[in-house]
């Protein structure tokens, strides 16, 4: 998992920028490509639905992993910035500490600044000159020196509720146990007792996504060899029979498709989504052949299209272009009886609605499901709130920090000497993808029955679920979690993260059996300094009785990760990276966003797209785009820039819901305001 981090990038974007990089404590990689292999299988058959054909699915998890840090990428490939580690942009937008912990303070949204200034009761913070984002970052240290002295004065549940009640988006830094106990998790029956023979009552993490016509079932793991009776061909096995197979089974009729058709060719979304997690779900569905109708209310538009209006500047937004390409854009003000019967003509062609607001919003619009199932029974409505449709927090706001925090994921990310709780980046990927799925199982659901449905996804839950199942199957089981142990492994040593010649140039190397360790060190004494200076690694491997098993290394590893830092600081990281690999033994170079864009691993894949850009600002030229991350047999994905806000009112006003022109809302420029303003 180290060299996955590493790999993708992800790595380098975590941690402190004063220290190494740390890996992630959840398995965010090997998770990452799960969720998007389990999508790809949904989309295979939706595809084999069309096309009566089987389909190869070619799935890397460095490519599935780069997601991660789509905004990181794309912003080198359009404007050459190398982001590494350090703190979000925005001010404030982290943690700080408290009385009895860390709590989360997010200046968000960005119209509620004076609200969160009242709660602080500071009045150097009440001054106008910070009163916007733009000026708040130009004084960062002075803003967070003021937030720290109104937080170091409270604890973390008190900071919680007067952030919430008042309608900021504030949180806290939970331990596992405490989010395990989650009043939130309680209310909508998250955790459910699940008998297992071996080993009694266990405590799982339920669904990920409460879909209203698809239950969820959860089972224990199973015992070896439990199933060997009910799999055919197998010694023991129950008669083969045709009804085995399943209505989709075998049946020897089925004719070869092309192959060319997308998935979701024929599939129409309308996408009611804002910022980053519901846009990277509407984004997989748009990438992979739906037809996704972006809903954008002028009057104050997504972060993402910038803080300025002069030269239609929010049209030039590299960040935009990617987190919403290959998406069509119709800008209405639902508060107009002729916007809101344009968007319910849409609703009436829909497939699909997304959106990610919070609790109760979609209501207020005239949005909710029960309204849109009536104009379209087999539509299919994904709600991504931040907590879900119910329970205690139902009506609370949240970024990925505060729900990164809530959810007891973000305290398992730490180095070992430290207790800092670091965060991960990004839950907005990981539960855009979770939606994603969700809805391709609901069109699965709908192709067998033809029914559409309700999908109550909490992002908080399934980034529980994604992440952190594992540590917290163990808490429930053991009582106790060993806890955030850094780069190193509780299991083998050395495994650790080490500096290498250059500047923030780092590599990464697993030694998990006595054979690659007996590779490592071989590599490591043949290695002849050329100008023959004294090198105390390889004199400690010859002859230090504390590196000669396993278990003396995890004894002795801050001395042996000390004595590897020192052979590696003078090697070229990806060369370095290389020559392990060659040896057997597992290592990464830390890649950084420029590396990635020149990789030779995914050029040679082709996974960069070449596409026209708005620019960010500048006049649009052919640009680099990010890939897909997975690759279907014989379909080669193409990429658009993001829309132009309200650049398709007029075409799918005509084509989708035959209004007259003069009944088309069109854009008023005079009207357009950002999320920055107040």
Not at 167 to 179: I, K, N, T
Not at 403 to 414: A, D, K, P, Y
Not at 448 to 474: K, N, P, V, W
Request: contains cysteine; negative net charge.
């Amino acid at each position: 998992e180290i060299q996955l981090n590493a790999l993708s990038g992800i790595m380098d974007s975590t941690g402190s920028p004063q220290r190494e990089p740390l890996s992630a404590a959840p398995r965010l990689n090997q998770y990452t490509a799960g969720l998007h292999a389990y999508l790809a299988i949904l989309f295979a058959l939706e595809q084999k639905r069309l096309t009566h054909a089987g389909q190869y699915i070619d799935l890397s998890i460095m490519e599935s992993s780069i997601e991660q840090i789509e905004n990181r990428v794309h912003g080198y490939l359009a404007k050459g910035t190398v982001a590494t580690r350090g703190p979000h942009p925005f001010v404030p937008w982290g943690n700080f500490s408290c009385k009895d912990g860390y709590v989360t303070v997010i200046g968000a949204p960005f119209r509620h600044w004076p609200t969160g200034v009242k709660l602080f009761g500071d009045a150097e913070l009440a001054r106008k000159e910070y009163f916007h984002l733009r000026d708040r970052i130009e004084n960062r240290e002075l803003i967070n020196r003021h937030v720290q002295a109104w937080t170091g004065k409270k604890s973390r549940h008190e900071i919680f509720e007067i952030g919430q009640s008042n309608g900021m988006s504030f949180g806290h830094v939970a331990g596992l146990g405490e989010a395990f106990a989650s009043s939130q998790h309680a209310a909508r029956d998250f955790f459910r007792e699940v008998r297992h023979e071996a080993l009694g009552d266990i405590r799982y993490s339920d669904a990920p996504f409460k879909m209203h016509s698809t239950p969820w079932r959860t089972e224990p793991s199973p015992a070896l060899g439990e199933h060997e009776s009910s799999v055919p061909g197998l010694p023991g096995a129950d008669e083969f029979s045709a009804d085995a197979q399943g209505s989709s089974g075998a049946s020897g009729q089925a004719t070869a498709g092309t192959g060319a058709r997308q998935p979701l060719e024929g599939i129409r979304v309308i996408d009611f989504t804002h910022s980053w997690a519901g846009p990277h779900c509407t984004r997989l569905l748009a990438d992979y052949g739906a037809e996704v109708i972006k809903i954008e209310y002028p009057g104050r538009m997504c972060f993402f299209r910038g803080g300025r209006t002069e030269n239609q500047a929010y049209n030039k937004q590299a960040p935009w272009d990617q987190i919403n390409r290959n998406k069509q854009s119709v800008a209405l003000d639902l508060g107009r009886s002729q916007d809101r019967d344009m968007l319910y003509a849409l609703i009436e062609t829909a497939d699909i609605c997304v959106s990610n607001s919070r609790h109760g919003v979609m209501q207020k619009l005239g949005c909710d499901y029960a309204t849109l199932s009536a104009l379209n029974p087999r539509i299919i409505m994904l709600s991504m709130t931040a907590f879900g449709e119910t329970g205690p927090y139902a009506d609370y706001c949240a970024y990925g920090a505060v729900m990164e925090g809530l959810g007891g994921i973000q305290g398992l990310t730490r180095y070992k000497d430290d207790a800092v709780p670091q965060r991960i980046r990004e839950l907005d990927v990981i539960n855009g993808i979770g939606g994603a799925a969700a809805v391709a199982t609901a069109l699965n659901h709908r192709s067998r029955t033809g029914r559409g449905q309700f999908i109550d996804l909490s992002q908080m839950e399934l980034a529980t679920h994604a992440l952190i199942g594992e540590q917290l199957l163990q808490l429930a089981m053991d009582g106790e979690y060993s806890g955030p142990v850094g780069n190193a492994s509780p299991y083998f040593a050395p495994q650790g993260c080490y500096p290498c010649a250059g500047d923030n140039r780092w590599i990464t190397l697993s030694v998990r059996t006595e054979q690659e360790w007996q590779a490592f060190c071989q590599l490591l004494l043949a290695d002849q300094d050329a100008a023959g200076e004294h090198n105390p690694a390889r004199e400690a491997l010859q002859n230090d009785s504390r590196f000669q098993s396993n278990a003396s290394r995890l004894q002795h590893q801050d001395v042996l990760d000390a004595l590897i830092g020192q052979w590696t600081a003078k090697k070229q990281h990806i060369a370095l990276m290389a020559e392990l690999q060659k040896a057997g033994v597992p290592a990464a170079a830390v890649l950084n966003v420029a590396e990635l864009a020149d990789d030779p691993h995914l050029h040679a894949r082709r996974y960069f797209h070449s596409a026209l850009s708005s620019g960010d600002g500048e006049p649009a030229t052919q640009a680099q785009f990010m890939g897909v991350p997975f690759k279907l047999d014989g379909l080669r994905t193409s990429v658009l820039r993001g829309p132009h806000l309200g650049e398709h009112n007029l075409v799918v006003g005509a084509s989708l819901t035959g209004l007259a022109s003069d009944n088309i809302p069109v854009l008023d420029e005079a009207s357009i305001g950002t999320a920055y303003d107040y």
